[in-house]
């Protein structure tokens, strides 16, 4: 992309004025070199979201953005429900609440490789991954609804964790205010089965050495040392999630221009917080969070299982969780006073700084754990919010790599096997049921986490604690 | 060939071509599937019919490529032939496949759902009918 389009207000932020519809100005956060290579797409989305009726602020993009639907991927935008703010499916994205939740293990990077291949297996074996997977579980019509209601709250009280899990998750394990009513029969039939597993796509489990610490204080507080073992689990909402996208994007399709809402892309599609259907989606969406957290702790449950069957009863305790497609309802201070404000992050991760009411009290003093998961055999990052980070772009931080390059584009490159054996012959030990799905993921095909990552601490929307490399990834 | 895909930066697009629009939703359908499986491989041995509606033909397209994901992973089947009949806004489509097995079935990705991007429905310069859009994968 042409910097020359940019005002550049600092090494990591670049802003465009507002012109034309543009109610506020549009930003990105990210180093030269990293706008350079970002498709032109981001600018256009970015400068389309700022043109959103109630848009506070400005319309931001983090460091990973690229091409989304409507929103750019890595866009975060916030709304006032009182000055006629919107909500947009578009701007939540179709897997909701997909997210990167991170477990702690008393294990040593021995433990791990005299079984890698073990592990690897039972993992794989345990974790349903892939194309259409399902799990034993099947929820009836009155168990889904609890699910939508409860979120992980409801998996833990089903018996899939323990209740000390929650205060690390966000919301504490479920969002208020969902309404399992606004989710269509076809959303909950593709739900049925699908209860604890991964999916296909970017999402992974992998168990993970912590390979670099940068703030050893933090990093003390999160319970991460170098050498250290942990297991990080990608997922979303699956089925469930996906569905309600699509269906609440086909309505508002066609219910923003009898809002008066003119859209430059109709995937922008969007209507008030304070309409019929806005209130229907939000209640549907937040179904769909609670339905990807209670899928994460079940992925959690069944992961946990596999360790004992290999190391025993050992302790897999959670980090953290954070959501990454999601609007969340969250209390900002803009122009000098406090707002109620309705926060899209469309692969965006929320990164609290230090103190914050919404953080437990044993992470409180740290800032909320923003965890980045890089591509398949790549480095995951585990970053902290920042003070500065609620002042910039209301707490929030980059989701990953970001693709560097189609899936159209990688499967002309790789194939599925020889990216395994190469990765194998690293260390790194791959399962998937796709052949052709690794070679989509192949590492190559991503940007560089550690960029991405080093311009969102230069940037301060988060600081940098630890690096994580892969032992063993089960790929969906 | 009357289906093909074509690149989107995280995505994919999926284009059907053909002689009618008909044949075009039909051809759009195939490329869908092959996203998540070779369809030369699928016996079209059992069928399924669907009927839609919506206020245009693109939207008609997501419906259809909707219907065709939501039987996909409920009916955990997959699909190799298509027959559409469009009529005044309105779509009657039969889907012949069978069910998914992983021991035969080659496996790619599966779609998550149609999108809104690079939709698009209509006749080109070699007046042949496209029907193509982005799926989240």
Redesign the interface.
Known sequence: MDTSRFQRVSDTEWRVKPWGKMRVPAVIFATEDLIRGMDDKVYEQVTNVATLPGIEKASFAMPDAHWGYGFPIGGVAAFDADRGGVISAGGVGFDISCGVRTLLTTLSPGDVEGAQKELADVLYRSVPAGVGSTSAIKLGAKEMDSMLRGGARWAVAEGYGTRSDLERIEEEGAIDGASPQDVSDRAKTRQREAMGTLGSGNHYLEVQRVAEIFDAEIARVFGLSVDGIVVSIHCGSRGLGHQIGTDYLKLMVNEAPRHGIQLPDRELASVPLKSEVGRRYLGAMRAGINCALANRQIVTHFTRRAFASIFGETPLPILYDVSHNTCKEETHRVDGGQKRLFVHRKGATRAFGPGHPELPDSLRAAGQPVLIGGSMGTSSYILAGTEKSMRLAFGSACHGAGRAMSRHEALKRWRGRQVIDDLASRGIVIRSHSSRGVAEEAPGAYKDVAEVVNAADEADLARKVAKLAPLICVKG | MPWE????????GVRGIGKTKNEAFEEAAKALVAL?TDIGGVSPKEKIAVSLSA?DDE?LL??WL?AL??E???R?FVFSRFEVRIEGGKLDGTLWGEP?D?SRH?????V??????E?HVGVGGDGLWVAQL?V??
Do not use: C, N
């Open positions: 895909h074509f690149p989107h930066a995280a995505d994919m998540t206020p939207q997501v419906e909707d994901v939501f996909m992973a409920t955990r998914w992983e080659s496996i790619g990705v599966e998550k759902g149609p999108t809104f991007t939709l982005i989240d994968v």
